[in-house]
């Protein structure tokens, strides 16, 4: 979503680099490029000024003036600012004394409340809680029964005694649902409301009592961040008419400019708690503005990419996979079937591109990373899914007769296969090496790589080779210039000179002052 916002940011940061002092006009111009950036990325104009105030206030200031890099500095500056017109800290749900926590969503029509309900339920489930979902959306035809299938896909229970479809009274069936949840001791309850698709008094009067009915210790607004500007206009309807305690950002997977989603935070005063940036239901976390900040830079954001193969691997699987690369047979323990375990954890943590594109510098062939084929994943898994199990354990008897079945039963070509079967292997020394303490191939200066001390031995050898020269008259003087040099050297002369010039030596005048 803020992929425009982040290329021009980076083209204006490209600029200020190489520069050892920072002149006036240089920061004049990168705080307009910056001004230009925000507001074509939709940021809302107020914010726009702010933040532009605060960095060219702080870019003139003396942790700039006084620092060794100062397009580091003022790239830093960026990213705090960035930060603090996104909320600043993490905001975290607060939870009630007693339970149940009572969560209301509210929001207009379209912006993804249902799904975002059963993504929610589904995140606090993963917490160690037991959620209910009610369904007090009784005018949208459906909104019943779609709850229902979220709730059942996300496994988290529901409470829906209403039909819908404009049958019932949403108030009531709020007030009974926290009964409900005391009497099946739920801790959690998630109240999804019914949206408009405009502000009217209509939504906000039963939203409003809805809120006093249930008395929620979290009210959170759910936004559309596609929806642009008027994402910021409807924020402040909702804070003025029923009130909210967050926000809620859906569909931030989008194309859109994405600048309501930095604008929401500083307007509203409210601080975006959640972000939803896909359409599975474990496309949902907790909003981090340092993370989002460091995103937007093309920093990337290896906290959530830890995060998410925490939640994927087991400690128990790595420490085996591990113990099998550092074995003493050179990680030859490492199988096929280790790999295509390794290769499905790796596809749980979610989309390729994704995971890439959580890497520092990675916007740079974001271009690349969005053509990945997913697919490519699942070609690799049917190959080896179509080897025996002892071809998996040892792929050195895969000779030309296998590859061909292998292919046949993959629906690949041979050279698939082949070709898997080798990368397998250089794989799998890379990793061993890389487990062994060898770092990685190629790495100047590092034990069992490119540049170690096997090639800088290799290099000392050619270096001590000299060419002599093909005529034997010319090649008898060298040989006798060389040994009046050692001669000379051998009788103790500093310098390379006889030892009886020592005395006489003198130091040129500019180097006397160094002495």
């Keep these: 979503m803020f992929d425009t916002l982040s290329d021009r940011l980076s083209a204006t940061f490209k600029n200020l680099r190489g520069k050892g002092r920072l002149s006036e006009a240089d920061i004049d111009a990168t705080a307009r490029e910056i001004r230009i950036a925000l507001l074509e990325a939709d940021v809302a104009l107020p914010v726009v000024r702010a933040f532009i105030a605060n960095v060219k206030e702080r870019a003139r200031g003396v942790e700039v003036s006084q620092a060794l890099n100062p397009a580091q500095q003022v790239v830093k500056i960026v990213n705090e600012e960035l930060v603090s017109i996104l909320g600043g800290e993490t905001r ?21 409340k249902t799904t975002l309900a059963g993504k929610l339920g589904l995140w ?3 917490q160690g809680h037991s959620p209910l979902l009610v369904a007090c959306d009784l005018q949208r035809p459906n909104a019943v029964n779609q709850l229902s299938v979220v709730a059942e896909r996300a496994g988290v229970a529901v409470y ?11 108030v009531q069936v709020a007030k009974d649902s926290i009964e409900f949840a005391k009497a099946k001791v739920h801790d959690i309850v998630i109240v999804d409301t019914a949206g408009r698709l405009g502000i009217d008094q ?21 936004v559309d961040a596609m929806i642009g500007q008027d994402a910021v206009n409807t924020a402040e309807a909702f804070r003025d008419g029923v009130g909210f305690d967050g926000v809620v950002l859906s569909k ?8 309501a989603a930095l604008s929401i935070a500083h307007v509203t005063g409210k601080q975006v708690m959640f972000a939803s940036n896909g359409e599975k239901l474990e496309d949902f976390d907790a909003f981090h503005p340092d993370r989002m900040a460091s995103r937007i830079l093309d920093m990337g954001d290896l906290l959530t990419l830890i995060e ?14 591990a113990s099998k690369l550092q074995s003493s047979k050179g990680g030859k323990d490492f199988t096929l079937d280790d790999f295509l375990a390794q290769m499905e954890q790796v596809r749980k943590m979610g989309s390729i591109s994704k995971l890439l594109g959580m890497l520092p510098g990675m916007g740079q062939i974001k271009d690349q990373i969005n053509n990945i084929d997913e697919r490519d994943i699942d070609r690799t898994a049917a190959i080896i899914k179509s080897m025996t199990p002892k071809e998996r354990a040892e792929p050195t008897l895969i000779n030309g007769s296998r590859r061909a079945r292998i292919a046949k039963g993959s629906g690949v070509e041979v050279s698939a ?28 200066g590092m034990p069992g790589m490119g540049g170690g001390p096997g090639r800088q031995k290799k290099q000392v050898k050619q270096a001590k080779g000299k060419r002599k020269s093909g005529n034997p008259m010319k090649r008898k003087a060298e040989e006798a210039a060389a040994a009046e040099r050692r001669e000379q050297a051998a009788q103790g002369g500093a310098f390379g000179l006889p030892a009886q010039d020592d005395k006489n030596f003198e130091l040129p005048d500019e180097f006397k002052k160094f002495m």
């Design 92 to 112: 975290r749900l607060r939870f009630a004394k007693t339970a149940p926590t009572v969560i209301m969503l509210a929001g207009l029509q379209g912006a993804g």
């Design 124 to 126: 606090l489930k993963g």
């Design 160 to 170: 829906a005694p209403e039909p819908g479809n404009g049958v019932g009274d949403p």
């Design 202 to 222: 209509e939504l906000m009067q039963q939203a409003a009592d809805i809120r006093d009915a249930v008395s929620p210790d979290e009210i959170l607004f759910v």
């Design 252 to 259: 931030l997977d989008g194309d859109a400019r994405g600048g």
């Design 308 to 321: 998410q193969a925490e939640k994927t691997f087991s400690q128990e699987e790595a420490a085996k996979m």
């Design 417 to 444: 296969v082949k070709s898997l079967v080798e990368r397998f292997f250089e794989a799998r020394k890379m990793m061993s090496k890389m487990a062994q303490g060898g770092g990685m191939p190629g790495m100047p």
